[in-house]
Nanobody
Framework: QVQLVESGGGLVQPGGSLRLSCAVSGSFRRIYNIRWYRQAPGQQRELVASITFGGSTDYTDAMKGRCTISRDNAKVYLQMNNLKPEDTAVYYC??????????????WGQGTQVTVSS
């Protein structure tokens, strides 16, 4: 079982910054990708950024140049800058990989609320 716990959300003014964290714990053989998604009220969940086991990163067009995904041991971070009201959403961390029995898994965290408002 892999557990993901997000933190770092909150209320920020337009143009501000936030750093989200995703703590990864549990038993697994390998994690292939960790992704940040977000879901605004009434909207579908959408991919924001991803990082592979090898460290390659990718970003949705809406966030390119405004966010950076990184990892440090058992944590993955999403640094978001120049935030806009349309970035308001619940942000979720997702990890996929293989567990100790070589079975694939995809785990989600509980989400952290980001609200951008003056």
């Amino acid at each position: 079982q892999v557990q993901l716990v997000e933190s770092g959300g909150g209320l920020v003014q337009p143009g501000g910054s936030l750093r989200l964290s995703c703590a990864v714990s549990g038993s697994f053989r390998r994690i292939y990708n960790i992704r940040w998604y977000r879901q605004a009220p009434g909207q579908q969940r959408e991919l924001v950024a991803s990082i592979t086991f090898g460290g390659s990163t990718d970003y949705t067009d809406a966030m390119k140049g405004r966010c950076t995904i990184s990892r440090d041991n058992a944590k993955v971070y999403l640094q978001m800058n120049n935030l806009k009201p349309e970035d308001t959403a619940v942000y979720y961390c997702n990890a996929d990989g293989s567990n100790i029995d070589y079975q694939s898994f995809s785990s989600w965290g509980q989400g952290t609320q980001v609200t951008v408002s003056s």
